[in-house]
């Protein structure tokens, strides 16, 4: 038995209640609790919808915080998801072109000249490297609409995979840089790196975003 746009909507504003954060688990224990709701009236269940929701998450639901709990697990298990398929993601496109061409850029980096205009340009590069997979995913993420204090899952775990290497660009040049120059330790100072270090930096910078950008498109059920 459905029930009426004045019950959902009373049940939304209940569900704010519990203050879940991500709006998938938001929108995935509100359809549950209907259905389970729906089910009850359908068995007979006239009850007023305040007296058949209280049941209904108590049977479900039951315990302290049990809304919070799950919200916690829900999240643990994404990001063990998440993980993981960025992982197997890195193992598939560190292949053996990819390794051979990894060979042949370190090899070429013992040919470069060590010097500030080879540091500048290794960097411009590592920081396009960086810049890619975040400028791809934003463009592939649609608007997800989202209720008041609420955050997309998919958008935020997604979306910080692919930052991953900007932020660590970010914070390596200016904060580790800065810090060497001041403390005037040469060797973490990154115009000194040799050029060879910036072509293995170069290679995982590469995998990496491709990986996180093949994720994008595995958790929006893209062509991969």
């Known amino acids: 038995m459905k029930l009426n746009a004045d019950e959902i909507a009373w049940i939304g504003k209940r569900m704010e209640t ?12 509100t359809d549950h609790i209907i259905t389970a709701i729906e089910t009850a009236r ?27 709990k799950i919200q916690f697990k829900y999240v643990v298990a994404y990001n063990r998801k998440i993980r993981k398929t960025m ?7 560190f292949n053996l072109p990819v390794i051979l ?24 590069l590592l920081i396009i490297a960086a ?15 989202l209720g008041k204090r609420k955050m997309s899952l998919i958008r935020s775990f997604v979306t910080s ?27 973490l100072n990154p115009k000194n790196y040799h050029p060879v270090v910036f072509m293995v930096l170069l290679s995982f910078f590469i995998v990496y975003g491709l990986s996180s950008m093949r994720l994008c498109r595995q958790e929006l059920k893209l062509e991969v």
């Open 161 to 187: 995979r692919s930052s991953n290497l900007m932020l660590i660009s970010t914070f390596w040049i200016s904060v580790v840089g800065f810090w060497a120059r001041q403390e005037h330790i040469d060797s």
């Open 42 to 68: 359908a068995n007979g269940d006239q009850r007023a919808i305040e007296t058949v929701f209280e049941d209904v998450v108590a049977a479900h639901f039951p315990g302290e915080k049990a809304m919070q």
């Open 131 to 145: 810049a890619i997979p975040q400028f791809y995913v934003m463009r592939k993420l649609p608007k997800i609409k």
């Open 101 to 124: 061409a990894t060979i042949i850029l370190i090899i070429s980096g013992f040919y470069l000249p060590r010097g500030i205009a080879t540091a500048f340009v290794m960097m411009l």
């Open 18 to 29: 519990y203050h879940i954060i991500y709006q998938e688990i938001h929108d995935e224990l």
């Open 87 to 93: 992982w197997e993601n890195m193992k598939y496109y």
